[in-house]
């Protein structure tokens, strides 16, 4: 693996990674204070077709341990498959930093009933101190598996699995109210426009992958 490594990443290459993880720190930084800014706001919840006529279900297990073991797995992925690293902070980084954006300008209340993460479990704390429960539109959840399946679309079991999780998390945030549906329906939709403009303005970056 270390050898590896040396062979990948040439001097650009390592000059890009640095770009990476500094669009990346500052894309975490801008959802830090975006969260903070909309949870600031007053907001009003509003009727919801979908949520509706769905049963209120406790999915904390998926939601919030689930998240964050897609992330630590999702690292550790890319940590063992350098050359999908670079294009994938940075298209991530372009994903962060447009959802703080819209949770910025878009503030909706709690939608009634929502079976949110409990505040004094461990796991929890983790995934409410990262900012991971903040705002709505659009789902994180959904969206950011999503573009994990974008990125491996050409290696058929991870591109499978993400979308696999995408859709479960999907289905788990609707059954647990803590978003609205048009949060988990626009966020492919969303996610897809966002991969694009990473294709475009990273071309380097992905001909890695499709080299």
Known sequence: MASSYRTFFTKDRIRSLLVALVLFGLAVIFQFYASAYSSRVPSNAVPDLILGALPVINLNAIIVEGAL???????????????????????????????????????????????GPDPTGFFDGIYTGLGLEAGF?????????????????????????????????????????????IDVLAAPYITYTIFKISQYFFKEDYALISG
């Open 69 to 115: 073991t897609a992330i630590a797995g999702s690292i550790a992925l890319l940590l063992t498959k350098p050359k999908y690293l670079i294009f994938a902070l940075k298209a991530a980084a372009i994903f962060i930093a447009t959802r703080a954006v819209f949770v910025s300008v878009t503030h909706l209340g709690i939608y009634p009933g929502q079976a």
């Open 137 to 181: 539109f659009f789902s994180g959840h959904t969206g950011l598996t999503f573009l994990m399946a974008l990125v491996f679309w050409d290696e058929k079991f991870w591109r499978y699995l993400y979308l696999g999780l995408s859709m479960l998390f999907g289905i788990s945030v609707l059954f647990a109210h803590v978003h609205y549906s």
